[in-house]
């Protein structure tokens, strides 16, 4: 079945910390892993897009991770901001129009 | 930045009725989705809509709704019949192509309240 799970379900940090969201995902055939931030009530906004072959891509803090033997991605955040406070969702696509979403991971920034 | 717009923003509307939601999506795209999210739950793809025909559509796509490209600049979804659970943020969004690479685009989001 192709799914993508993801942990953990919330997350509440510090302001400045550091955080890591895990994505596994059960999808084939892949095409690419995206990473999307989505604030409360408004659109999914792309973060970052992996393909096969890319093991990291960075963009500004946050860095994301791809390992296609393991099926498993994450994001990492740095130096967290209280504007960061959002849900990071894990969409893999897997056809010419079928994404596959996680459920999120809902993140909390604290002052 | 060029983005995707969406109205209305927020609709309520009775069980029974019919909704239509509207969209454009960026100007050079070619590929339009409507994608829902229930409260709380997965954003889910609905459909996706390239030449002027549906390209794919996922089972929630049922007779119910439709899709239609009136006039070259605005993308609609009509959802006949409205039901309680059809309550759910709907979001358009747009793609340059279909190549895996390519960023979609999403609007903000038409927030449905059927009541």
């Known amino acids: 079945k192709n799914q993508v799970e993801q942990s953990p379900q919330s997350l509440i940090i510090l302001e400045g910390k550091n955080c890591t969201l895990q994505?596994?995902?059960?999808?084939?055939?892949?095409?690419?892993l995206r990473w999307y931030k989505q604030d409360t009530g408004r659109g999914p906004v792309s973060l970052t897009i992996m393909t096969f072959s890319e093991n990291t891509k960075s963009n500004g803090r946050y860095t994301a991770t791809l390992d296609a033997d393991t099926k498993q991605s994450s994001l990492h955040i740095t130096a967290s901001q209280l504007s960061d406070s959002a849900s990071y969702i894990c969409v893999v696509w897997r056809s010419n129009y079928q994404l596959i979403w996680g459920a999120g991971t809902k993140l909390i920034i604290k002052p | 930045e060029p983005e995707v717009t969406q109205t209305p923003s927020h609709q309520v509307t009775q069980m029974g009725q019919e909704v239509i939601l509207r969209c454009v999506p960026i100007?050079?795209?070619?590929?339009f989705y409507w994608y829902r999210q229930i409260l709380g739950q997965k954003v889910e793809f609905l459909v996706s809509f390239y030449n002027n025909e549906i390209s794919e559509k996922s089972e929630i796509f049922d007779d119910q709704f439709s899709v239609e490209r009136p006039d070259g600049s605005n993308f609609t979804l009509k959802i006949r019949s409205t039901k309680l659970e059809d309550s759910a943020m709907y979001f358009c969004?747009?793609?340059?192509?279909?190549?895996?690479?390519?960023?979609?685009?999403f609007g903000e989001g038409s927030w449905l309240t059927v009541v």
């Open positions: 100007s050079n795209h070619l590929y």
């Open positions: 994505c596994n995902y059960t999808v084939s055939p892949f095409s690419n």
């Open positions: 969004a747009s793609s340059p192509g279909v190549v895996s690479g390519n960023t979609i685009y």
